[in-house]
C-alpha cells in the first residue's frame, strides 16, 4: 500500500493546530482549577426553616469570599495562560486572541462544574426540620465570573501585540537611519577622482 504524501505545513495550518491545541488545554487546566477552588473556598452553612434554606439564615460573607477567590484563580489562570502561549509560540496573532477567549470561557466553566460537583449537595428538601445546619454547595451568584478568565487572557495577550508592534516600529525606524555602507570600489574611484582633480589644479596654477 503506497503511503499518503503529507503536504508541507503552511502557516495557517499551523495557527489551525496551535488555536485547537490551546482551545483544548484550557479546557483541560479547568479542572485542577475547579479542584483548588473547592479546596480553598469556605463553607457556607445555613439554618434550616421547614427543610428549606431562606436567604437570612445564610452565612452571606462567605458566599463572597467564595466567588471572590473563585474571581482570583481564574484571572490568575487567564493570565498566566496569555504568558505561556506568549512563550510557546513566540507570537500572538488575532486567532490565538480568538482561542484565549474561547478556551478561557471553556475552563471557567469547568472550573465552575467541577467546583460545584466535588462540593456538598443542595439540602433544599433533603430534610424537613427546622433548626438543622446545613452546608450549601458552591455556587457564582454572578455569572460576570465565568469571563474573568477570558478577560484577563485578552488584555495580556493585547498588551503584548502592542508591545511587539511597538518594537517593529522601532527596529524599521532604527534600520533606516542607519548608514548604508561604502562599496569599495566606489571608494576608490573617488579617491582617485580627487587625487587628479588636486593634480590638475597644481598644474593649472604653476
Partial sequence: MTPTAVGPVTPARRQTGVVLVLVGGLLGAGVP???LWWLVAPTVVCTTVEGSCPYESF????FFIAEGLFAVLAAASGVLAALLVRRWT???GWPVVVALAVGGALASLAAWRVGVWLG???PTGLTTATGVLAEQPLRLHA???LLVW???SVLVALLT???DADADAGADVAGSRAPEPLDPAELAAWVQHAEARTQSQERSTK
Fill in 161 to 163: 501585540l502592542l508591545a
Fill in 150 to 152: 477570558s478577560i484577563a
Fill in 120 to 122: 456538598p449537595d443542595d
Fill in 33 to 35: 482549577v475547579g479542584v
Fill in 59 to 62: 452565612e452571606g460573607g462567605r
Fill in 90 to 92: 513566540r507570537e500572538i
Fill in 143 to 145: 455569572d460576570g465570573l
